[in-house]
T-cell receptor, first 111, second 112 residues
Framework: GEDVEQSLFLSVREGDSSVINCTYTDSSSTYLYWYKQEPGAGLQLLTYIFSNMDMKQDQRLTVLLNKKDKHLSLRIADTQTGDSAIYFCAVPDNYGQNFVFGPGTRLSVLP | NAGVTQTPKFRILKIGQSMTLQCAQDMNHNYMYWYRQDPGMGLKLIYYSVGAGITDKGEVPNGYNVSRSTTEDFPLRLELAAPSQTSVYFC???????????FGSGTRLTVV
């Protein structure tokens, strides 16, 4: 089945850029997602990219997709303390019916 | 518009007890999902439903059961609670498999 990997931890200084990476083993052609989870809360849809795109920008967020290497990344520009959270990538399973979530990357923003 | 509502938020069960985790959505979404979240493991799919009357197993269904008698509700049943079921449970819904999911705020379950 689909295997999705992420680094578990990332620390950055306030104002710097953060880059969260995600690799996957297989994916049907559809949308790939990034979710944000704040402490004690559920996951919130953050942004997405369609599989025929290389890049998508949404204000401070930039999503990059390298289909050849099966690599997805989320860049957060001018990272703020409010960006401290766990970030999950989600990719379609082999049947395109459900999404497989990565283990999540805990982003800590230092003042 | 409440979105996805989960109850209870917290629960402590003794080994062997049963309980039902409730999930309701008011967005008329056909697709609903139950996940469990364990530290450093991401989310694992327990069961899902593509519409009222239709349910199917996910990656980790053992020890759980579901039903989907209406579009709005998707309860998760634990029949004989075990310590391995200590986790945070999330319910989610979507109108279409190409759309992102809307998640509930979760139920933190501890089995002692």
């Amino acid at each position: 089945g689909e295997d999705v990997e992420q680094s578990l931890f990332l620390s950055v200084r306030e104002g710097d850029s953060s880059v969260i990476n995600c690799t996957y083993t297989d994916s049907s052609s559809t949308y790939l997602y990034w979710y944000k989870q704040e402490p004690g809360a559920g996951l919130q849809l953050l942004t997405y990219i369609f599989s025929n795109m290389d890049m998508k920008q949404d204000q401070r967020l930039t999503v990059l997709l390298n289909k050849k290497d099966k690599h997805l990344s989320l860049r957060i520009a001018d990272t703020q303390t409010g960006d401290s959270a766990i970030y999950f990538c989600a990719v379609p399973d082999n049947y395109g019916q459900n999404f497989v979530f990565g283990p999540g990357t805990r982003l800590s923003v230092l003042p | 518009n409440a979105g996805v509502t989960q109850t209870p938020k917290f629960r402590i069960l003794k080994i062997g007890q049963s309980m039902t985790l409730q999930c309701a959505q008011d967005m008329n979404h056909n697709y609903m999902y139950w996940y469990r979240q364990d530290p450093g493991m991401g989310l694992k799919l327990i069961y899902y439903s593509v519409g009222a009357g239709i349910t199917d197993k996910g990656e980790v269904p053992n020890g759980y059961n579901v039903s989907r008698s209406t579009t709005e509700d998707f309860p998760l049943r634990l029949e004989l609670a075990a310590p391995s079921q200590t986790s945070v449970y999330f319910c989610a819904s979507t109108p279409d498999t190409n759309y992102g999911y809307t998640f509930g705020s979760g139920t933190r379950l501890t089995v002692v």
